[in-house]
């Protein structure tokens, strides 16, 4: 079996962004195959301790695809302050005898860095046109855990597990290796704290992650982080804002000061993406959306929302909300350039990540989460048939199976995108809903 298959049938998908597979980023070739080692969100760890523990399987993992997609380059971009993992990932690729195809680029300690995009500037000063992918500039990227995963992928083994970081205002901040499926309250059950009542949980990292409306769900392979805060947090009280709340406060209130146009990081990389204009539009309640279709070309980095607004407005939910107009109508961005250059005020628009963790209120709380081992006990996990983009996968077992970790549960709809699913447990399968499969943990022979 190929590699590309190999990689499908082990559910493989991408482990720190909206999850799309793996293996369909393997249908065409590139020139290079980038490793997004960045980690840019705030306080969460997973990236950089597991290139640090696993620095064999990460490196083979991405040559691996490298060689797969013909690419003539392999490089992993890490931010320079990890001194420690790249001495590391050097010294591994040279005992590999992979020194002339895995190069290690050391990125700037800037937000966001591991925008996909950015990433791809900063390793090879290519800029993806808008609305595009990196492919269209001859380079495929995946991420540390992802390449970990093909690595597991090539032996055969499925993905059931999800590394996680638990940080925030928290006695104990750990990174942990959890099975997918089990319930997020016995995750943050970990951090040492008892009574939650006074806590939100914002699931992901503070820039892009959401605040939970409960911590009744349950871990995906996606699931990077869970940051805990006292719910009187200004991050907290930011993100629970509703649309509906923003948009009256920022119709309200924008003085088009272009701040958030400025530092806007596809702004930056020549992209037609202007929030500013979009606030304008939402101002003067201008009703043909047709003209705001750069909202579209918003990655969602919440740059502009916390930290660029001068007096805390929220350009990133008026984009949302005109990126779900848009879409309601079928209305798709057209760029009209092929080619674009960075703007020249770029390098002196970065923005510091000790500056913008300091800004939202987070320097407190910027510490260390280290791998902790825990074994994790609960009754039943929830397997979700979608954890991915695209369709949901579909059940290949019956209530009242016996099902054993590794083992095949739902499969990839027919002619669809999509992921395999897997059970993380030994087990029996409880119940199958459209959502999820629910298996009863137990060992048996």
Do not use: W
Not at 89 to 118: C, F, H, T
Not at 202 to 214: A, F, L, Y
Request: proline share 5%.
């Amino acid at each position: 079996m190929d590699l590309r298959n190999l990689i499908k049938d082990a559910g493989v998908i991408g482990a720190g962004g909206a999850g799309f597979p793996t293996h369909a980023k393997l249908t065409s070739k590139a020139e290079y195959v980038l490793l997004n080692g960045a980690e840019c969100e705030p306080l969460l760890r997973v990236d950089q301790q597991l290139m640090e523990l696993f620095p064999d399987e990460i490196i083979r993992g991405l040559s691996a695809v490298g060689k797969y997609i013909e690419a003539r380059k392999a490089i992993i971009g890490i931010k320079g302050k990890h001194k420690k993992v790249i001495a590391i990932l050097r010294k591994r690729i040279a005992a590999l005898g992979l020194s002339n195809y895995v190069e290690v680029m050391e990125l700037r300690d800037v937000y966001p860095a591991g925008d996909e995009q950015v990433l791809v500037y900063e390793l090879t000063k290519r800029i993806v046109p808008e609305a595009s992918i990196p492919l269209k500039v001859g380079c495929v990227v995946i991420n540390s855990e992802t390449a970990l995963n093909i690595f597991h992928a090539m032996a055969g083994n499925p993905v059931t597990n999800t590394y996680i970081t638990i940080a925030g205002d928290i006695p104990r901040r750990m990174t942990v290796k959890v099975p997918v499926g089990v319930p997020v309250r016995d995750v943050i059950r970990q951090c040492g704290v008892e009574n939650f009542d006074n806590y939100a949980v914002i699931d992901g990292g503070p820039m892009m992650g959401s605040v939970r409306n409960n911590v009744d769900g349950y871990v995906t392979k996606k699931s990077k982080g869970y940051v805990l805060l006292k719910k009187d947090h200004f991050l907290i009280r930011k993100k629970s804002m509703s649309i509906a709340q923003a948009r009256v406060i920022s119709r309200a209130a924008c003085g088009q000061c272009r701040m958030c146009t400025d530092l806007c990081p596809r702004y930056l990389l020549g992209h037609n993406i202007q929030p500013h204009k979009v606030m304008r539009a939402l101002s003067y309640n201008l009703g043909d959306v047709k003209e705001q279709q750069i909202a579209q070309l918003c990655c969602e980095c919440n740059i502009c929302e916390l930290f660029s607004c001068p007096v805390n407005l929220h350009p990133r939910s008026v984009n949302v909300l005109f990126k779900q107009k848009l879409a309601e109508q079928g209305i798709k961005y057209q760029p009209a350039e092929i080619e674009f250059k960075a703007r020249s005020a770029r390098e002196y628009r970065l923005i510091p990540s000790k500056r913008l963790i300091a800004k939202i209120g987070l320097s407190a709380f910027d510490k260390p989460a280290p791998m902790t081992e825990v074994e994790f006990r609960s009754e039943t996990v929830h397997i979700a048939l979608q954890q991915h983009i695209g369709a949901p996968a579909v059940p290949v077992v019956t209530v009242g199976e016996q099902v054993k970790a590794g083992q095949l549960i739902g499969k990839i709809p027919d002619n669809s995108l999509g992921a395999a699913v897997h059970s993380s447990v030994n087990g029996t399968v409880k119940e199958i809903t459209d959502n999820f499969i629910v298996i009863k943990v137990g060992s048996y022979e």
